[in-house]
């Protein structure tokens, strides 16, 4: 199961659990504010290869379509993917 | 039921048998060993199924019993003195983790100097890391102690590792005629472990995690309560107990002719015989004399120590053990229960036993009579130094 | 057929984590789980992945997952191995992931036992070369030269003194069923090995070098190239050990300059071309011995 955001956050005595154990892959916060640039695939370029997505160390860019995208809310801005793009299809933009 | 005549190792072996653990990882010490070359026995003969693991450390030892706790299998080690504090590490993380291992601990003295023989330095000292702690009188109790564990352990408000504490040679290895019961009663005793906390392939967990400042003092909170929960569990499931086997516990301490005593004496673990005998001889003198034998360290026997000592006029605390640059740890605890209860009575405290020296007859009856002059002290038993107040002379 | 890009478990198991941008060793967990499948039952000592995963209520880790004593990686692997096949569940795959640190130093003595033991688990050293969640302390994975902050290069001292201890042979002089070597920047041949593992019976060992941008000084998009740089300058090398021999996977045919590779990262901005030469000539003797028994 991929770990995904949660609306709630659990607090008080009631709700934290009675042991250091709790449901898997329980996101409560995004890593998009990491970022000072962000990845833009050029999609007409993309040829599907999924190199990027091999390599991200976050798995934040998966296959949609037969192309990578991105999924901004994890995505840290590292530019791996932009460098192990063969074909130049990843550009990295300033974030604004 | 069938009588046997038993060390309490073999007896806690026996016991932890019934008890039916999945998983049994351990690492060799004396005096521990006679318990786990038993269960290997066991296992290899077919009449324990259990998986044996041969770990490399006492480290590994408790932190392979937290592995198998985590995915919900029962889990059992055993372990004395240097090992106890080589796995320190993994006490509180047992705990922390609220895995129910049961974990048997020949209790043995500490180096430096390096000495086989028993005290309850080893465990005494462990008694912060939240684990709830018993401490047998005989080979019979042992036994019980060992079944009994596992229930109260693994029961769902408590989740809360066990250690059951054996004096090391005076109990490990003395022989006494023992019931064993059946495969049958024990398991009506005892129901296989079932648990929420644990990691299973159809329900996923993240286990073990970190939690900060917002979260961190409700978690140890909940280890706290699970701990104090303990207190009730342990009475239910010696009623249980007592139902099926026909022998009756009583729950954290043991009173022996406390309720009209002037002067009581309390103890733990396999020198309790030894005093309940002067105790019952100082009676027939005509001396009111009792003893309050404490069963469980942990949860701390608050009320009860309270409720028998509160119409004394002195009591005294005979330990084998001594937090340094203070005074015995359970005198401390027991003083803090009376102060509590607002009891005012002079208490004294003996300690006695370390590295296996023997405790007389003659100095127990000492004790009593010392008692009579109702002083507040702390003295080392038979070391030839005299000593009155709260410091100890004997230290240069 | 192999692994690879297509053909790989498209479900993320190691999402959201906070590991630093450009994390090598974030890449060896999220990969090896996905080959691994949604049964993985992973641990992850007191290290970095541990740090980053598992915050309460910040839970990356889609699979069981639990934090084990920074020494007790192996033995709590063990632990759930033997606790689920004590309940008759046998679908699963115990495997650990331990940093330089917390295999070579801290959590050796209980990955020899359970080696020993021939525990049927899947052991993976990502190796960022020191402790990086504590600050980049030197560990004995550390290379010779490498400055941390307990080996600050100065004028007496330059770096580490001492070479990077060999895991793989020593795991490999257990007769363990099967160890591997492999690099984030050739990340099929990791699968593959991966791959590989999970198919064994008995203990697995895996030991993958994973670069730290903020260890060793380079950006964080260099992370995959200085990756491949290692093993195409020799310093690090691709190998397997099975039944009792060892085998090359990958030989360059012409080494990649090791000082270009050095001179990359600040960690090695202190050695000098004698220090170099040192380091190049430990790495031709190292090749030697592959040549001469490795297959």
């Known amino acids: 199961m991929k770990p995904y955001l949660r609306d709630k956050i659990p607090a008080g005595f ?82 604004k | 039921m069938a009588k046997r005549f038993l060390s309490g190792n073999e007896a806690f072996a026996l016991g932890v048998r019934l008890a039916r653990p999945q998983v049994i990882s351990a690492y060799p010490i004396t005096p521990q060993t006679i318990v786990v070359e038993k269960l290997s026995e066991y296992v290899e003969d077919g009449s324990l199924k259990a ?18 706790s985590s995915v919900g299998a029962r889990a059992f080690t055993a372990t004395s003195s240097q090992g106890l504090l080589y796995m320190t590490e993994c006490l509180p993380y047992a705990a922390g983790g609220r895995f129910p291992i049961v974990m048997m601990n020949a209790n043995r003295s500490t180096a430096l100097p390096w000495n086989i023989y028993g005290d309850q330095r080893d465990s005494v000292s462990q008694l912060d890391s939240g684990w709830i702690q018993a401490y047998a009188e005989n080979a019979q109790e ?17 989740s809360t590792p066990f250690m059951a504490n054996l004096d090391g040679f005076v109990l490990t290895h003395t022989y006494e005629v023992a019931d064993v019961p059946t495969i049958e009663q024990a398991d009506e005793f005892l129901p296989p472990y079932r648990t929420k906390n644990k990691m299973s392939l159809s329900e996923p967990k993240n286990l073990a995690f970190s939690a900060g400042p917002e979260s961190n003092t409700i978690f140890k909170l909940k280890e706290h309560l699970g701990v104090l929960n303990a207190r009730t569990v342990i009475s239910e499931a010696e009623q249980r107990f007592g139902k099926i086997f026909g022998r009756h516990y009583t729950g954290l301490t043991e009173s022996y002719r406390t309720e009209d005593a002037d002067y009581i004496l309390i103890t733990l673990g396999s020198i309790s015989g030894l005093v309940r005998e002067i105790t019952d001889k100082l009676r027939a003198e005509g001396k009111k004399a009792g003893l309050l034998r404490i069963r469980y360290l942990r949860p701390f026997p608050n009320e009860e120590i309270a409720a028998a000592i509160r119409n004394a006029k002195a009591a005294a605390v005979l330990e084998k053990d001594i937090s340094f640059g203070n005074e015995g740890t359970v005198y401390t605890n027991v003083n803090s229960a009376l102060q509590k209860a607002g009891i005012n009575i002079p208490t004294s405290d003996y300690i006695g036993g370390l590295g296996g020296k023997n405790i007389s007859a003659e100095e127990i009856e000492g004790i009593f009579a010392e008692l009579e002059e109702e002083k507040r002290t702390v003295k080392f038993l038979g070391t030839g130094g005299e000593e009155s107040g709260s410091q100890c002379k004997n230290a240069q | ?48 992945m541990s740090a980053v995963g598992f915050n309460f209520p910040q839970l990356c880790f889609g699979n069981n997952a639990i934090i084990s004593t920074f020494a007790g990686t192996a033995s709590m692997l063990t632990g759930i191995e033997a606790g689920l096949r004590a ?45 990086m969640n504590t600050g980049i302390q030197k560990s004995s994975l550390t290379p010779f030269g490498a400055k941390t902050t307990t080996t600050p290069a100065g004028k007496n001292i330059r770096g580490n003194l001492r070479p990077k201890k060999n895991m793989f042979e020593i795991v490999a002089a257990h007769g363990i069923p099967y160890a591997a070597t492999a690099s984030v920047g050739y990340i099929n041949d990791f699968m593959r090995k991966v791959e590989k593992a999970k198919q064994i019976k008995g203990t697995k060992y895996i030991h993958i070098l994973a670069p730290c941008p903020t260890g060793w000084g380079i950006k964080t998009d260099d992370t995959i190239e200085i990756a491949k740089e290692v093993v195409d300058c020799g310093l690090w090398y691709l190998a397997e050990y099975e039944n009792g021999e060892f085998k090359l996977n990958y030989k360059p045919e012409e080494f ?40």
């Open chain 1, 14 to 95: 009631d709700e934290i659990p009675d042991t250091p154990s709790y449901e898997a892959g329980y996101l409560v916060t995004k890593n998009s504010g990491w970022r000072n640039v962000r990845p833009v695939i050029d999609t007409k370029k993309c040829i599907g290869c999924l190199n990027c997505y091999l390599y991200c160390p976050d798995g934040v860019i998966f296959r949609s379509n037969h192309k990578a995208a991105i999924d901004y809310d994890f995505c840290k801005g590292c530019g791996i993917c932009k460098k192990i793009c063969r074909i130049g299809a990843i550009k990295m933009e300033a974030e």
């Open chain 2, 51 to 68: 998986e044996f693991i041969h770990v490399e450390s006492e480290h590994s030892a408790l932190s392979c019993a937290m592995g198998a």
């Open chain 2, 142 to 158: 042992a036994l019980d102690i060992a079944l009994m564990s596992f229930y109260i352990a693994e029961h769902p408000i408590v």
């Open chain 3, 1 to 48: 057929m192999a692994v690879n890009a297509k053909t790989l478990n498209e479900t993320e198991f190691f999402y959201g984590h906070k590991a630093c941008a450009g994390c090598g060793g974030s890449l060896a967990v999220r990969i090896a789980l996905k080959v691994l499948g949604e049964n993985a039952v992973a641990v992850l000592p007191a290290g970095c």
């Open chain 3, 87 to 131: 309940q008759g569940i046998t679908d699963f795959h115990a495997v650990g992931f331990a940093g330089d640190g917390g295999t070579a130093d801290i959590g050796l003595q209980a990955l020899s036992g359970a080696i020993d033991r021939n525990d049927d688990i899947l052991y993976i050293c990502y190796d960022n070369e020191a402790y």
């Open chain 3, 256 to 295: 990649s300059s090791v000082g270009d590779y050095l001179k990359k990262q600040s960690r090695f901005r202190h050695l000098t071309d004698e220090d170099i030469k040192v380091i190049q000539s430990s790495r031709d003797a190292k090749w030697e011995f592959i040549h001469r028994n490795f297959k």
